[in-house]
């Protein structure tokens, strides 16, 4: 039955969600999450007023069809009527009909009645004609034609399940094209008869329909009366989410409420009672929500804060607030912030973080909560072996699934039917790999079957099919992914997903009518400075629509310019972003939107952004510590900085969470790493280097640390420091020789050598033998390609620094032993002359537990808090209050408390006390003190970080570099 609207034209707004993510005050209101349906974008179609092409003096023909809608295939019947010039009826009049290539008409030619009226079937033939698109169809008869445009009733979704084990179309009954399609049941048997399952669906418009049975209400009609027809339910409007439990029904608005009506035998209604709701009602308190996920009987909303809240059954603890008993309105969810994404199982939920780490709570009776128990948790906890990985999450009903930053697909919890599809049947409590899945890009699950989507659109289902309901022809269980073919050649938008039990899967389709799309070259914004985004705008063919007003919109507080754009020839249009929010979290999202033409786009952007702060000589000569340039993806953990050589700029390397590195600076030897030796004068990462945890840099070198506890080098190789067994310069990382050395947990670097600390405390180095250690004069001429132990320390080695041709070791007793270039005393042994082997640093034989250096120089933080240095004190560089070098270590003087870290850079020292202060001294000519001057300071002088940013670390010791740089979070 069609539904009662009487409209011939139809304006279709359309959003489409972000997929993937890890969002930092970026989440946008209208972004569905895990457990829910994407939105399809969709294209207006004007449709043509009925006029008369052609009036003769005596007859004129109107065309009407019911409710001025046709469905996309499928009878409708046209009428045209046919009159005489005084409006009478003309009987006896032939009337032919035509209509879009493809369609059809039965008769083509029919003939007026005593009513003027003649009538045709008509059938577009075109069953994914975009719904709320518009058709025309015309009318030749005696003499006169006309033509009218009417309005398409449609369905981009399918189904499959009960009897059908291939996907068959939805009924074509939507003014709109659907955003979101679920199915749901009212029992938790899955071997219920067909007449107790439920489908609702959210269209584009915002309304929100319904299908089926009805003992509890849940069709929200105010009835509890079974319904084969799909309807509208009233009420209901500005809907950009649906999630459905056991006979139960959410809904989130567009001003991020919630709706729930349907069963409310344990409060999941979410009202503070529990009487059934035969119409949609407002869960109580609760505002910002951006998305909705449900189990069986309770249920979550995720705020726009990054917290959540659940209600309706506790038992387990499945409501994750540290109790069992049922809520019949929300409760927080404890322990819980940076909630990226929800999903729930039938007794158990999950949360992913924006960091990426996944949590879980409920029920544990499978194994579900992946944690490698069995017990059930009232609090979340994490999931193991994830780490913070997790880029996608869903659940089914007493099964979890995780998409990995890789694009990979773990599963865990109730393997039985295949569920977690890797070709066992067994349960698993952590999670494990599915198989034959790779560059995944979403995920769906519903009670106990699997879909995952890949990025080339291709869809794999597993697990449950009793009923058919993957959708690949036969009623097998699958225990691995195989391919599931679509209707039609369809690009899937989204499929059922919650943890709920239903006869059928539901998926729903793009609408092949039109876009819009928002893109940014790259696909970032960031936090201060301006990006440019461009529109496309596309019609339901595909082509371009050109002479279209975009309207742009941002974040508060974000300009936009121009906010409103026409479209080109290519109908793209373009405007300038400036999110004027310096210190926002890189790698969070940020969500932009664009209307044109009745179309509405939103898309989140990963932020840009940084978290260093810095002064001196490539940044602020003046000495102003400021943030850095706003373009790391994600947050920076190290930072490292250089002397190049040949004159050229020194070189920077920085460490990002994610395990990339990334570059700038002078590179006549290679040593930004990026296959060429030309100087990059701003921040890029360098290709194929991944899973770093530690930098290091020395003359034209760079050095890194991998997860695996091997090293890679590049940049200047001549004297062997990139211990690779040759003297070449690399553009390139290249891997270290390991054949002496295992388990590398520690790394530095000089003017001329490296050096790698291993985990069970023995220490390496290779390149130039002037600072080399092991007993080869610093004078020789004779380098070393590949590391060489460095026996004279044993095993009993906690940390290495290094400085021009000299370096120092941090024993795990608390000593400090030093060795190489001595003439300006930086080896600290108290004399001046070179030492080829290790000796002990007199007075600092014990209690010492950090040591930096810089230029020439170095220091050393003892337990008691205080700073001791040695070496070169050009510019009073050991803070002593002379500038007078020593060989042997002094106290450096008037820090206000005890020192908690070190840093230095070229002939600067660095420390950040107890109390929180930040002081420099030594040179400052460069402005690298920090405190508003270019002068130097024999003495520590404080400097301060911009407002609302706390101290993490300095940059790596340098002994060329003359620039500050310190990572920085949040204060």
């Not at 009987?91 to 879009?100: D, E, K, L, Q, R």
């Not at 009212?186 to 489908?199: G, L, M, T, V």
């Not at 649906?242 to 009202?271: E, H, T």
């Not at 697990?463 to 036969?474: E, F, P, R, S």
Request: charged share 10%; net charge negative; with cysteine.
């Amino acid at each position: 039955m069609c539904p009662d609207l009487s409209s011939s034209s139809t304006s279709i707004s359309s959003t489409r969600a972000v997929e993937g993510v890890s969002d930092s005050g970026g989440v946008s209101r209208r972004r569905v999450l895990a457990g829910a349906a994407w939105a399809v974008p969709a294209v207006v179609l004007t449709t043509s007023t009925p006029a008369l092409a052609a009036v003769s003096d005596t007859f004129s023909i109107a065309l009407t069809t019911p409710n001025a809608q046709v469905p996309a295939a499928g009878s409708a019947a046209v009428t045209a009527l046919v009159s005489n010039g005084s409006g009478a009826p003309v009987a006896g009049a032939a009337v032919s009909f035509t209509g879009p290539a493809g369609s059809s008409f039965t008769p083509a030619t029919a003939t007026t009645g005593a009513d003027g009226r003649a009538m045709s079937a008509f059938d577009l033939a075109d069953p994914w004609l975009p719904a709320g698109s518009s058709v025309s169809v015309s009318a030749v008869g005696s003499g006169t034609s006309t033509s009218a445009g009417f309005t398409v009733l449609g369905a981009n979704a399918a189904l499959a399940g009960t009897s059908a084990s291939s996907w068959f179309q939805e009924d074509l009954v939507f003014p709109s094209p659907v955003r979101q399609l679920l199915a749901s049941s009212e029992a938790p048997a899955f071997d219920q008869p067909p007449s107790w399952s439920f489908r609702v669906a959210v269209l584009e418009d915002g309304t929100v329909w319904s299908v089926g049975s009805n003992t509890y209400g849940q069709l929200g009609d105010g009835s509890t009366t079974a319904r084969s027809e799909w309807k509208e339910i009233a009420g209901l409007s500005g809907i950009v989410q649906i999630s459905l439990g056991r006979a139960v029904c959410y809904a989130v608005s567009q001003d991020q409420r919630v709706y729930a009506w349907g069963r409310n035998n344990v409060g999941q209604v979410g009202i503070g009672s529990v009487v059934d709701q035969l119409t949609p009602v407002m869960v109580v308190g609760l505002t910002e929500v951006i998305s909705i996920a449900s189990g069986g009987n309770s249920v979550l909303a995720l705020r726009a804060d990054g917290t959540v809240r659940s209600w309706g059954n506790g038992a387990d603890g499945r409501l994750g607030n540290g109790d069992v008993v049922n809520q019949s309105s929300p409760v927080v969810v404890t322990g819980l912030s940076e909630v990226a994404q929800i999903a729930c199982g039938r007794a158990s939920a999950y949360a992913l973080l924006r960091n990426g780490t996944m949590m879980s709570w409920g029920t544990n009776s499978s194994g579900q909560l992946g944690d490698s128990t069995s017990g059930d948790r009232s609090t979340a906890g994490a999931v193991s072996d994830l780490g913070q990985s997790v880029t996608g999450i869903a659940a089914s009903y007493e099964s979890a699934y995780a998409i990995l930053a890789d694009k990979t697909l773990r599963a865990w919890g109730a393997g039985g039917r295949g569920c977690l599809g890797n070709g066992a049947g067994s349960d698993s409590a952590t999670p494990v790999t599915v198989s034959g899945l790779s560059d995944v890009k979403s995920i769906y699950a519903y009670y106990s079957s699997a879909f995952a989507v890949r990025s080339d659109e291709s869809v794999f289902g597993w697990g449950y099919n009793v009923n058919g309901q993957l959708g690949i022809g036969n009623t097998s269980n699958q225990t691995t992914p195989v391919s599931v073919p679509l209707p039609n050649g369809q690009r899937v938008v989204s499929m059922s997903s919650n943890g709920c039990l239903g006869l059928k899967t539901a998926i729903t389709v793009e609408a092949s009518g039109g876009s819009l799309t928002l893109s940014s070259v790259p696909a970032q914004i960031p936090a201060s400075g301006v990006a440019t985004v461009s529109a496309a705008l596309l019609d339901w063919k595909g082509q371009a629509v050109p002479s279209k007003s975009v309207s742009f919109t941002a974040p508060s507080g974000a300009t936009v310019s121009p906010r409103s754009v026409a479209t080109d020839a290519m109908g793209m249009a373009s405007a300038v972003v400036n999110l004027r929010t310096p210190w926002a979290q890189p790698g969070s999202l940020v969500t932009l939107e664009a209307t044109a033409n009745g179309l509405e786009q939103s898309r989140a952007f990963t932020v840009a952004g940084s978290n260093l702060v810095a002064t001196g000589g490539h940044y602020n000569a003046q000495g102003t510590p400021y943030q850095t340039e706003t373009v790391f993806p994600l947050t920076v953990k190290q930072v490292t900085s250089q002397i190049s050589f040949n004159g050229a700029p020194p070189f920077f390397l920085a460490l990002l969470d994610d395990g990339t590195v990334w570059s700038m600076g002078g590179n006549s030897t290679g040593q930004l790493g990026i296959g060429t030796s030309e100087d990059r004068p701003g921040w890029g990462p360098i290709p194929g280097l991944n899973g770093v945890t530690q930098i290091a840099s020395g003359y034209g070198t760079g050095l890194a640390l991998l997860s695996d506890g091997s090293v890679k080098a590049w940049g200047w190789g001549n004297a062997g420091n990139l211990g690779n067994g040759s003297n070449v310069n690399k553009f390139s990382p290249t891997a270290v020789d390991h054949s002496l050395m295992q388990n590398v947990v520690q790394i530095a670097a000089n003017g001329y050598g490296s050096f790698a600390v291993c985990a069970d405390g023995s220490a390496y180095s290779w390149g130039a033998a002037r600072a080399l250690g092991d007993g080869t004069a610093p004078t020789s001429s004779v380098n070393r390609l590949t590391p060489v132990p460095l026996t004279d320390l044993g095993t009993d080695v906690a940390f290495i620094t290094a400085q021009n041709v000299t370096a120092s070791a941090l024993m795990k007793d608390g000593s400090v032993m030093s060795w190489g270039s001595n003439i300006n005393g930086q080896v600290g042994d108290g004399t001046n002359a070179d030492r080829a082997r290790p000796v002990l640093v007199p007075g600092l034989t014990s209690g010492v537990t950090a040591i930096t250096s810089g230029a020439l120089m170095a220091l050393a933080l003892r337990s008691d808090g205080t700073v001791h240095a040695w070496g070169r004190n050009d510019g009073g560089s050991l803070g002593d209050g002379t500038l007078v070098k020593r060989n042997s270590p002094v106290q450096v003087v008037g820090l206000p408390a005890a020192v908690a870290s070190l840093g230095a850079g070229s002939g600067t020292g660095y420390a950040q006390c107890i109390d929180g202060t930040l002081w420099a001294w030594g040179a400052g000519k460069a402005g690298q003190l920090g405190n508003n001057t270019t002068a130097d300071s024999a003495v520590p002088a404080s400097f301060t970080l911009p407002a609302g940013r706390e101290f993490v670390r300095f940059n790596n010791g340098s002994s060329g570099s003359n620039d500050l740089l310190v990572v920085t979070k949040p204060a």
